[in-house]
């Protein structure tokens, strides 16, 4: 990432964070189904919205999807360590807690340490670290993501599938070490 | 680990992906000859590979979407809100976080919930709350978390009530079900708490394990009351409120099917969810089953007139009638209001629960009507047929007398175990049912074609007897292809 690269994700990450939060928030609550979230859809409308506001700020679409990842990716990761910490923070009363109901269904993948290990694979591939992040957390298909990264779909392919292997290595050398 | 060192692995591992499972060894013992540590990493790789392949292919944004519905409001923990001083976060739920907090001015410690400003921002909803906060702070007995006040400070929207330090229901679920000592005093006090609310026109919504909590002295109380209803919307389409309480989201199965439409709701709503719960706290299951997938398709069935279909009774049979009548689909066919439905649970403690006369039991009467008809007259024939058996010629008259005899104890028999399992289990009827009937079908059909052959031997000289012979045959075909279809039918007894 270049410098100026760097200074607009800076200016931009806020605003795309907002916005997406506030896009998720409402699609979940009309969602039907409850628990799929399309981030495709949400990425894109976020981006017309913004549009709307202020055109000149985008370079162009690959540029926005690859702020909104990472929007995306900084915002379940803060959620994830801010309930963490509540969650040791011993309560003593019980109100009314409905943690938990909202499970996602079969598997449960530990966002923090996979932000981790993410950490750790763009240290080795910066590449493969961003395709992860467009992937995983910008929820954008494979075409989409060759799009943004300006390389061929094969590739994306490629990349994807060591690095997810490498991953989920990952995650479960951690949890059982 | 450098990259160069991972570029080199990257490539050994796509080159053996290419290559068939079985030849992959053998390429990468050659390929990485004497370097064991890079033929481990990409052994393991691909051993990943295989096991979790797809593990991220759901985003992020699917599998966590409880972390984004949660408020990012920052902790009021420590701070001075009004007369308020803030203390611990005790709970958070969709519509808010829960602190424990002191009332300076009362020098008492309350639970003071933050409404999260996205539902009381609506001047509309802002107002209804208003009025059912009021409504609810007037609602006085044991097993109901008093609400003190609804407070405003600095715009924001807060409620004080009753502070109550226990264990929710849900916490107790976790250890199994309740033991059935403690299921019916649990399950008087809730339903006591909900009584009293509904004298007063007051109704809860969204009662559910989370929302009641049984305090270290033992005391039941219901938390909560009428505060759902800031989640109504007018916009409202279908599981908007499902989701829109947030919290329900992985838990529509609560929700009476007019609830979840939308449509406005009265008692008889809390009437459904207290059904979903004594159930629950039965049997340490939802009764629409264990994965939300499969509550909320149940959920559409009832929304579309379907019946609950629970698949097994409850132990205690009186609770299960009441239970069930809690979570029938057409409110209708509820309690009115959770005054009738604690009568009827008191009388299950004291063991004088009253025969409920539902639509159900009305419609089964024409069938038991049928069965029991049936047994009679094939008893009175075989009667007939011992008094007649000397007209015909030895020994036709006897070897007739005993075939009916035969078949008639078996089809008067099963007729009436099938009455009696109507009376005592309806829920195992159909299945019951589905595995006699064969035998009832051949024993009658028997016996109709016996009345017709002991008809056709004494006709002639002994005309009016073979005239009621031939009619009772000819009664018993058309009650086995016309009658008893009918009544089955009306009965609504089908096979699952």
């Known amino acids: ?177 | 680990m450098t990259p160069a060192r991972w570029q080199q692995i990257n490539e050994l591992f796509h080159e053996a992906l290419d290559r068939d499972r079985s030849a992959r060894q053998d390429f990468l013992h050659h390929r990485t000859d004497g370097d064991p540590e890079l033929l481990r990493e990409v052994q393991t790789l691909l051993r990943s590979h295989d096991r979790t392949e797809g593990f991220l292919d759901e985003p992020a944004w699917g599998i966590a979407a409880d972390l984004i519905l949660e408020s990012p409001a920052e902790s009021l923990t420590g701070r001075l809100l009004g007369s308020y001083r803030v203390g611990a976060v005790i709970g958070r739920g969709g519509m808010g976080v829960v602190y424990a907090a002191e009332d300076l001015r009362l020098g008492r410690t309350v639970a003071l919930k933050a409404l999260t400003p996205e539902y009381t921002r609506d001047p509309v909803r802002r107002e209804r709350l208003t009025r059912e906060a009021r409504s609810a702070a007037a609602l006085s007995h044991p097993a109901i978390a008093t609400v003190f006040a609804l407070e405003e400070i600095d715009g924001e929207l807060y409620i004080a009530s009753e502070l109550v330090d226990g264990q929710t229901l849900r916490e107790e679920l976790a250890a199994g079900a309740l033991s059935p000592e403690r299921l019916l005093p649990t399950l008087v006090d809730v339903a006591a708490a909900l009584a009293a609310a509904h004298e007063r026109g007051i109704v809860h919504r969204d009662l559910k394990p989370e929302n009641v909590i049984r305090r270290r002295d033992g005391q039941v109380k219901v938390l909560d009351f009428g505060l759902a209803s800031i989640a109504a919307s007018s916009e409202a389409p279908s599981f908007t409120r499902l989701t829109e309480v947030g919290v329900a989201l992985g838990t529509p199965g609560y929700m009476a099917p007019e609830q979840l439409g939308g449509g406005e709701v009265d008692a008889r709503a809390d009437v459904f969810a207290f059904g979903v719960l004594g159930w629950e706290l039965a049997t340490a299951e939802h009764p629409f089953g264990r994965d939300p997938g499969s509550v909320l398709a149940r959920m559409t069935e009832l929304m579309d007139g379907g019946s609950p279909r629970l698949s097994r009774a409850l132990p205690v049979p009186g609770l299960d009638r009441v239970v069930r009548r809690c979570m029938r689909a057409a409110p209708a066919e509820r309690y009115s209001s959770a005054v009738a439905l604690l009568a009827d649970l008191r009388s299950i403690g004291s063991g004088t629960l009253a025969e409920p006369m539902t639509s159900q039991a009305g419609r089964l009467w024409w069938w038991k009507c049928h069965q029991v008809t049936i047994a009679v007259i094939n008893v009175f024939m075989v009667v007939a047929l011992w008094q007649i058996r000397h007209w015909t010629t030895r020994p036709y008259g006897s070897v007739m007398f005993l075939v009916a005899l035969m078949l008639a104890t078996i089809s008067v028999t099963l007729r009436l175990n099938l009455w009696f399992t109507s009376r005592v289990h309806p829920e195992t009827l159909a299945g019951h049912r589905a595995r006699l009937f064969p035998a009832v079908i051949a024993a009658d059909t028997l016996l109709a074609i016996a009345w017709l052959v002991t008809a056709a031997l004494i006709a002639g000289e002994h005309d009016e007897m073979a005239a009621l012979l031939v009619t009772v045959g000819v009664a018993t075909f058309a009650s086995l292809v016309l009658i008893e279809p009918a009544t089955t039918r009306e009965a609504g007894i089908q096979n699952h």
């Open chain 1, 1 to 177: 990432m270049d410098h100026d690269e760097r200074q607009s994700l800076e200016t931009l990450l806020p605003i795309v964070y907002q916005e997406l939060r506030r896009l998720a928030a409402s699609y979940l609550r009309r969602e039907r189904q409850g628990y799929t979230l399309q981030p495709t859809a949400l990425v894109h409308e976020a981006y017309l919205r913004l549009l709307k506001d202020k055109p000149d700020r985008w370079q162009n679409r690959a540029h926005f999807c690859a702020i909104a990842a990472h929007s995306m990716r900084q915002i379940l990761i803060e959620r994830a360590r801010a309930r963490d910490a509540q969650k040791r923070g011993g309560e003593r009363h019980r109100v009314t807690l409905d943690e938990g109901l909202v499970a996602g269904g079969g598997r449960s993948i530990d966002l923090l340490a996979l932000d981790q290990a993410l950490e750790r694979l763009a240290a080795l591939d910066a590449e493969q670290a961003r395709l992860v992040e467009l992937r995983f957390f910008g929820g954008l298909t494979i075409e989409e993501t060759a799009e943004t990264m300006n390389i061929s779909p094969a590739t994306v392919k490629r990349h994807w599938t060591v690095a997810c292997a490498w991953l989920a290595r990952e995650l479960e050398d951690n949890s059982h070490p």
